[in-house]
């Protein structure tokens, strides 16, 4: 396959994919911005305190474009009819190079534990753990089997089978206060919303 035929085949992916609703999901309202930020801010789509793209239930991030030599990265960002659980699919490609796409799908209800740290080193070591909403806390661990499935192709090879896999925990790292901030507004939301008691104070 060309290389600009699977690089215009994957922008229709990601676009087409924003027309695509599960059967009856015209009767489901479309979840706020607010419960759509805080998935951004717990999967580190909004580092930078970045403005997605927004077009119905679906928000489209993508990398900052700066420099030229750097990967690109677009990833789109939809809840479901149940709000506990979020999807994505991106697209990783560099300069010169096959995009990889990627479908993620994670569901918070699946959390079985949280424990924050405040710094790298303590995570590492795993040493003076912090609850969740702590103010010193700069790493959180959440935990849960099965938190995440992600599906991975490369366009490198249309013959490829997309590979698979689960993984049962989630790192978030907070980098500043502002970041401090979106994350514990988030941690709060979710928490009330999908009932975890994991992530109470």
Known sequence: MPRHIATASL??????????RPLGAQETPDPSPELRDA??????????GEQPVRDGRTDIYRS???????????????????????RTTSALQSPGEWAVLSLTMMDLKRIQSAVAYGSVDDLIAGRNP????????RQLVLK?????????ISLA??????????H???????????QVARVQKAVALLTERCDIDALRP
């Open 130 to 137: 912090l609850r969740p909403g702590d103010a010193a806390a």
């Open 144 to 152: 849960g089997d099965h938190l995440q499935c992600t599906s991975r």
């Open 39 to 48: 998935y951004a801010t717990l999967l580190g789509l909004d580092l930078d």
């Open 168 to 178: 049962d925990r989630l790192d978030i790292s907070m980098m500043d206060e502002a």
């Open 11 to 20: 922008a229709l992916v990601l676009t087409a994919a924003s027309f695509v």
């Open 64 to 86: 900052n474009l700066d420099n030229p030599a750097a990967p690109r990265l677009v990833t789109r960002l939809e809840v479901s009819g149940n709000e506990c659980r979020v």
């Open 157 to 166: 090879d249309e013959a490829e089978t997309p590979v698979s896999s689960c």
